[in-house]
């Protein structure tokens, strides 16, 4: 069966600090992966995608950035943290293909506190 | 950029009753999706209704979609307190060679009292 890993749950950083947050699915080849960024009580905001190795798209220009150095992992990426990057990140994934058959799988999500 | 949008903002109903959430949207799409998030976890998907379906069934949970209106509702019959959670509507779109996007709403927080 297809799992998500996305860890650490909780993080606080200090602003100007960089950030690094990891996920990683199992089960599954070639998968669309996806990183979500939910503010306090509000929906979710599509950061990123990629539907393969390299390949990154990003939806909302900003101070992140993704990678996705393996077929099954997927990486966000800050060299400076503002405190406006402060949020619950969420990994998520889809079955690969142009039909979104499936729905997506999230991961548990990253509290990430920015002080 | 958020497309769907939830109606209401919150909810408050007592176990036994029907919920009713409501959702709409701006652009075409290929299908709209229904997800759960309980506080503090990640979203658990729920239902899928493709833009060619006006009603869907699993469970305890249906769906319309009224793709002349731009909008869907997930009905949740019976409910129970283990219902207690915020329900997001998400529309997808697929575009080719770029896999398929969901962008969510704002979501409706659901509060079922025993």
């Known amino acids: 069966s297809q799992t998500i890993h996305q860890w650490p749950a909780t993080l606080v950083q200090p602003v100007g600090s960089p950030l690094s947050l990891e996920c990683t699915v199992e089960?599954?080849?070639?998968?669309?992966l996806y990183w979500y960024r939910q503010a306090a009580g509000r929906g979710l905001q599509l950061l990123f995608y990629?539907?393969?190795?390299?390949?990154i798209s990003s939806e909302v220009p900003q101070n992140l950035s993704a990678s996705r150095p393996q077929d099954r992992q997927f990486i966000l990426s800050s060299k400076k943290l503002l405190l406006s990057d402060s949020g619950f990140y969420l990994c998520a994934w889809s079955v690969a293909g142009q039909y979104t058959e499936y729905g997506y799988t999230f991961g548990s999500g990253t509290r990430l506190t920015v002080v | 950029s958020q497309q769907g949008e939830e109606d209401p903002q919150a909810l408050s109903i007592q176990e036994g009753e029907n919920a009713t959430m409501n959702c709409s949207y701006k652009t075409s799409i290929n299908n709209l999706q229904w997800y759960r998030q309980n506080s503090g976890r990640g979203l658990v998907h729920l239902i899928l209704i493709r833009s060619n379906e006006r009603e869907k069934h699993s469970g305890r949970l249906r769906v319309t979609l009224d793709t002349s209106k731009k909008s869907s509702s997930l009905l949740i019959t019976a409910s129970r307190a283990a219902d207690t959670a915020s329900y997001f509507c998400?529309?997808?779109?697929?575009?080719?060679?770029?896999?398929?996007?969901?962008?969510f709403g704002q979501g409706t927080e659901l509060s079922v009292k025993p």
């Open positions: 998400a529309t997808g779109k697929t575009f080719y060679n770029q896999g398929g996007k969901l962008i």
């Open positions: 990629s539907v393969g190795i390299g390949q």
């Open positions: 089960g599954t080849s070639n998968p669309n």
